[in-house]
């Protein structure tokens, strides 16, 4: 059983499309995350939703669009892909927003071309 | 903005102990000192944390100066699957705070 599970694992697409990664959570945790990794490695926070409510929102193009339809699941849109999107992604949870303990996921690849 | 400093990287013989320093000279009176992993292509992994006083959980030890402004992870009979870049981060406890991630240490452990 997958804590934290995330799919697809490989997205390859052409700039300009929308595409979405999806995120499930099976902790019964109150809090998810979304986190970008880019090419020199650094890991980024992008949102961050506590049950279901957006509490965390970076300075990240509007083109992201984070959706939770409920507590067990966030999932990424991003609209007008740019080359500067290809990256690893990376979803994470916690049992609640004040904790520092978060369980990640393995990771989406998405290359833009 | 990451609070830490660690060395860029490390090496260690398996089955020694990895000692992994970290400096947080600045860390406040309520923030904790977390520990995380990243092996190759895999997504981070929590290891542990401490306030002040030293933990061990199955990973690794923490060891927390009595200033607190510095910290050191030791994984006791490093495994060549420890070969990761790990992460010092301060995070207050109380409160929603951000984990923000440094650049880490990357340690190789090697046969």
């Known amino acids: 059983d997958t804590a934290v599970s995330q799919t697809p694992k490989y997205l390859v697409t052409q700039m300009g499309n929308d595409k979405s990664i999806k995120c499930e959570q099976n902790l019964g945790h109150d809090t998810m995350y979304w986190y970008k990794q880019d090419s020199k490695k650094f890991l980024k926070i992008m949102f961050s939703?506590?049950?279901?409510?957006?509490?965390i929102n970076e300075t990240v193009p509007n083109r992201f669009s984070p959706k939770s339809p409920d507590k067990a699941h966030l999932n990424l849109h991003i609209n007008s892909l740019e080359l500067g999107d290809s990256a690893v992604y990376f979803c994470a949870s916690s049992h609640h927003r004040n904790t520092g303990e978060l369980f990640f996921g393995e990771g989406s690849r998405l290359t833009v071309l | 903005d990451a609070k830490t400093t660690q060395p860029t990287s490390m090496d260690c013989a398996e089955g020694r102990a990895a000692n992994l320093p970290c400096n947080h000279s600045t860390i406040s009176g309520n923030e904790y000192v977390y520990w995380y992993r990243q092996i190759h292509s895999q997504g981070p992994q929590y290891i542990i944390h401490?306030?002040?006083n030293n933990e061990t959980n199955e990973m690794a030890s923490l060891i927390i100066t009595e200033d607190r402004k510095s910290s050191t992870l030791i994984l006791p009979h490093a495994t060549l699957r420890d070969t990761a870049v790990y992460y010092c981060i301060v995070r207050a406890y109380t409160g929603f705070q951000k984990l923000v991630f440094g650049t880490g240490t990357r340690l190789l452990v090697s046969p």
């Open positions: 939703y506590n049950n279901k409510e957006l509490i």
């Open positions: 401490g306030l002040k």
